[in-house]
């Protein structure tokens, strides 16, 4: 089993900057990849980006590219997610999510991830 823990949300205007964080722990040692999901009030859940565990490549989803980062604190199996030139349109729930198994290369899925994290909202003014 695997436990994901996020924080660092909260309301900024446009324009700031955010870091979310996601603690996992449990039985980490395998897991292949640790994503970010975001769910806005009526639509879909959304991938954000994901980094590897097993050699850091990483991939975010176009409306994300050149503003949002992701990392990892070896050490801590701590994955970041450190988003800049924060837009209203980015207001959603975030979720980690987590799994054993590569993803596909290409879009997100979530069906891919077997564990999640509660989420935690960020919610930008305009």
């Known amino acids: 089993q695997v436990q994901l823990v996020e924080s660092g949300g909260g309301l900024v205007q446009s324009g700031g900057s955010l870091k979310l964080s996601c603690a996992a722990s449990?039985?980490?040692?395998?897991?292949?990849?640790i994503a970010w999901f975001r769910q806005a009030p009526g639509k879909e859940r959304e991938g954000v980006s994901y980094?590897?565990?097993?050699?850091?490549?990483?991939y975010y989803v176009d409306s994300v590219k050149g503003r949002f980062t992701i990392s990892r604190d070896r050490a801590k199996t701590t994955v970041y997610l450190q988003m800049n030139s924060l837009k209203p349109e980015d207001t959603a729930v975030y979720y980690c999510?987590?799994?054993?198994?590569?993803?596909?290369?290409?879009?997100?899925?979530?069906?891919?991830?077997?564990?999640w994290g509660q989420g935690t909202q960020v919610t930008v003014s305009s």
């Open positions: 449990g039985n980490t040692l395998d897991l292949y990849a």
């Open positions: 999510a987590a799994d054993f198994f590569r993803p596909s290369l290409g879009d997100m899925l979530s069906d891919e991830y077997q564990y």
């Open positions: 980094i590897s565990l097993t050699n850091n490549n990483t």
